[in-house]
């Protein structure tokens, strides 16, 4: 037992190896003078909650430097905890990055992991590890609130009227409330468990991406039903008001209220904290907000000044503070390891004419960074990125260079769990940085882009590889970072990604170059 509690010290780094011995005797000793000194001593294994934001930019946070909008709820988390400005999602889009945080595999190893329509099957295996099956082995409860976006049910695609299989609770979470792929895409309905929420078997639905299905009106033949009229695409079946990407039919009574979405989700988050307080939980509490369509709640509309966007991130804001207060309340504070990020950078019109653009005056919601969602420069997968837990992470910014792909082995290394050969491939430990411990980042990374792109990031440099594609994603009017050329630049001192040296070093070309072959053909490099 104290040789656990030890050996539990040395993994989390908090004691040296040579030190073994000598504190193991000493806990031995001390627990018998005091018996509960033992208990004491144990590092209580902290509770564990991701807060994962959809599209939320570097700079669209006052903590990240946003003038024009305040987010008292997450600096609050930055001022209590460590603020990292190198932390980095693995994909520039959704589902890859979903995918990478949750298997501790890059995406782009993977066919069929991009950004998935709603019907999709699950792209996440049954039985397969992950951080939450890791999680759950250890010990903890755990629960998946929010967006998914990896698909659901068997080859075909899950059966919305019945059971749903391949979800959540198969590779891990004891507990799920989900939106099953994105607030764009149909079909809009909450899933608890394996079941569609509020659904009258007498309606059931049908949902279907390629042909129209029941007589529900479409955005495309009825514009006039719209209180917001797409931009791109979005023109299918309207729910809400709004056409969405994809096509539905009945479940009348499941339908979700955007508006709502974020009160209702929030809520079971709330209630998932509440009911686990008295065992270590681990809780991905993945919001809908700032992803369009953005409808915020009646609460926060007009209160940014910049249209549903800014509103969307008061929102999101609201959420996170609801999460501490919850916390704080359950006197969990020291008890609880609280992460605030993005799945991806962020994107000001994504499709829907929500007055973005016009509404943005000099707000950067990537802030100093180039590019955004979708692209390969950093502003698509640099990511605001906070980590809070009280009286064990000193306040304060970090500059290491962390990566979201090391959250399973992070957190299995914290949770005393190992993970055997095959398993989550490319996340490795790096609990010093995330503790603070360690200012000595990861040596590289490596970044995956829309259109396939990959990047290298390695010490103060960038590789992005040659490549075919527009240079402009002219719908969402993101520099997309496609070049025929290799793109080399140096990140400390041109963190904007302006000056192109790859001319100029064509050695630093060459190796990273390398590297990230070397990164492509072996999983564990
Ligand atoms: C795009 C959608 C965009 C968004 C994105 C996925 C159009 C024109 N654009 O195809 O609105 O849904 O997919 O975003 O349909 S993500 O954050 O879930 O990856
Ligand atoms: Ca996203």
Redesign the pocket.
Known sequence: MKDQIVYNLLKMNIIHPNYFNLISSAIGILSVINPRMAKAQVPERPNIIIIYA??LGYGDVSSYGAHRINTPNIDRAANQGLRFTNAHCTSA???PSRYSLLTGEYAWRKKGTG?LPGDASAIIQPGRTTLASVLKNAGYATGVVGKW?LGLGPQGGPDWNGEITSGPMDIGFDYNFIIPA?G?RVPCVFIENRKVVGLDPNDPITVNYKEKVGNEPTGREHPELLKMHPS???DMTIVNGISR?GYMSGGKTALWVDENIADVITGKAVKFIEKNKDKPFFLYFATHDI??PRVPNQRFVGKSGMGPRGDAILEFDWSVGEIIKTIDNLNLTSKTLIIVTS??GPVVD??YKDHAVELLGDHKPAGPLRGG?YSAYDGGTRVAFIVRWLGKIEPGTSDALFSQIDFLSTFAALSGQSLSEGEAQDSHNYLNILLGKSEKGREWLVEHATNGRLSIIKGDWKLIEPGPGPKIDT?TNTELGNDPLPQLYNLRNDIGEKNNVAPQNPGIVKELTDLLKKIKEDKRP
């Open positions: 959809d599209d889009t959704s589902t950004v976006h994105t764009d791109q695409g979005h990407i992803h369009v799945d991806n994504d499709g969602k719908a």
